[in-house]
């Protein structure tokens, strides 16, 4: 089959009133109803296939039911797949090793969704500071950077400055400060003897595939040492081969010291997360201080152990570095023909529609017309992120109608 346009025939049509009449319209997406999947492609309920420019938010950086990762899923599915932290398991010290050795880490603590890694990292770093620093009661802060996205709980939407996920969700939890992304003065000046904690994503993919000046995560560092603060990564969208490194800040040589996962942690079949770090921080934890019913749980150790293997063998790694620097040379080129600015790193890249252009939103229903998925954010921006396993010729096939997209504005 070829890529066709996007359709709203009845069959579509009868899925997404189904949509729209149950469920909370919480999301506005685009009107394509996927059925099937494999690799960087899926196809909808009318046949029609679709290049994924989007993999999940990085969610699918395998790609669509990678054949390691449902050969792991379905072998643990004929055996268990709940225990609850009640009881062992025999998948379960093996994947916290297994991803403890892969990050160069010493304690894993296993979650579900990336909000609750990041909670639960907000959670040990305040427990950290009463215990470890010495913080007074209730006085410890965390300093964040404008723009951020780690998700959307009550606790992370009140230090975001998004007023859309934040409005009308209040009252807020105190106990964050933020300043500037990439501005180490401003965060200089922002932390202090009570500060637990710096939180800050690698590259912020939400607000437009954000990355920061060179240098800065040294700064960064730097100002947690002298201060005595932790510096919590939140690679959850970053990591794991997206940038082309297995996490985002081996560009910059740095180090965290608690790093939040996820995503594709899961390899696009179920919801894993993880907190690793050092047994001095996540170590403060003890019995029934934190906790979840499913984090851990035996389906979801198998699927991360079959994500870590594919990850030791660092291919994924080496196609994003390659294919990501074939991906910015071609977008760089639509820099005058349509594009305003191009960011990113590996096979991640936000382009900023020129002014004047498309919105957002139409330039990704053009795209899906075309038979590439993706998505937009913050207004005018395309958030490109294709699976890691995509061909060089699909890879090509999208940056053209993406080309074609945006010169026709």
């Not at 109803?33 to 989007?54: H, K, S």
């Not at 950077?145 to 939890?173: K, L, M, Q, W």
Request: aromatic share 6%; net charge negative; glycine share 12%.
């Amino acid at each position: 089959m070829t890529m066709t346009a996007a359709t709203t025939s009845p069959l579509t049509r009868e899925f997404i009133d189904a949509d729209e009449r149950w469920s909370t319209h919480n999301y506005h997406p685009l009107p394509v109803v996927i059925a099937a999947a494999e690799g960087a492609w899926v196809t909808d309920v009318e046949g029609n296939r679709y290049l994924d420019f989007l993999a999940g938010y990085s969610a699918l950086n395998f790609g669509h039911r990678h054949p390691a990762l449902v050969e792991a899923t379905t072998a643990q599915l004929g055996r268990v797949t709940l225990t609850s932290r009640a009881f062992h398991h025999d998948q379960f010290g093996a994947f916290c090793r297994e991803l403890a050795e892969l990050t160069g880490t010493e304690m894993v603590l296993p979650m579900n969704s990336g909000a609750e890694a990041v909670e639960s990292a907000i959670k040990v770093a305040r427990k950290w500071a009463y215990r470890v620093k010495g913080v007074p009661a209730d006085a410890a802060r965390i300093v964040v950077a404008s723009s951020n996205f780690h998700g959307r709980t009550t606790t992370i939407v009140s230090f975001s400055d998004d007023e859309e996920a934040r409005a009308d969700y209040g009252p807020y939890t105190p106990g964050f400060v933020t300043v500037p992304f990439g501005d180490a003065e401003a965060l200089a000046t922002a932390v202090t003897d009570d500060t637990a904690a710096v939180l800050l994503e690698p590259i912020q993919g939400e607000a437009g595939v954000n990355v920061p000046p060179s240098g800065y995560f040294a700064e960064v560092r730097r100002i947690c040492d002298d201060r005595g603060a932790l510096f919590i990564a939140d690679e959850i969208q970053s990591g794991l081969a997206r940038t082309g490194k297995l996490l985002a800040l081996e560009h910059e040589g740095v180090r965290a010291d608690l790093t939040t996962l996820g995503k594709a942690l899961g390899g696009g079949i179920l919801p894993v997360s993880a907190v690793v770090g050092s047994h001095d921080v996540l170590g403060v934890l003890r019995p029934g201080e934190h906790g979840s019913t499913f984090g851990g749980n035996p389906l979801a150790c198998a699927v991360g152990r079959a994500v870590v293997k594919l990850l030791a063998t660092g291919e994924f790694q080496r196609r994003s570095t390659e294919l990501g620097a074939h991906l910015h040379a071609r977008l760089d080129e639509l820099v005058g023909n349509g594009v305003s600015e191009v960011r990113g790193r590996g096979l991640w890249a936000g382009v900023d529609i020129a002014e004047g252009g498309l919105t957002g939103r139409q330039a990704a229903q053009a795209l899906a017309a075309n038979g590439v998925l993706c998505k937009e954010t913050h207004g005018s921006t395309l958030r490109l992120a294709p699976p890691l396993v995509i061909s060089k010729d699909d890879l090509d096939r999208g940056i053209d109608a993406v080309a074609d997209v945006v010169a026709r504005g």
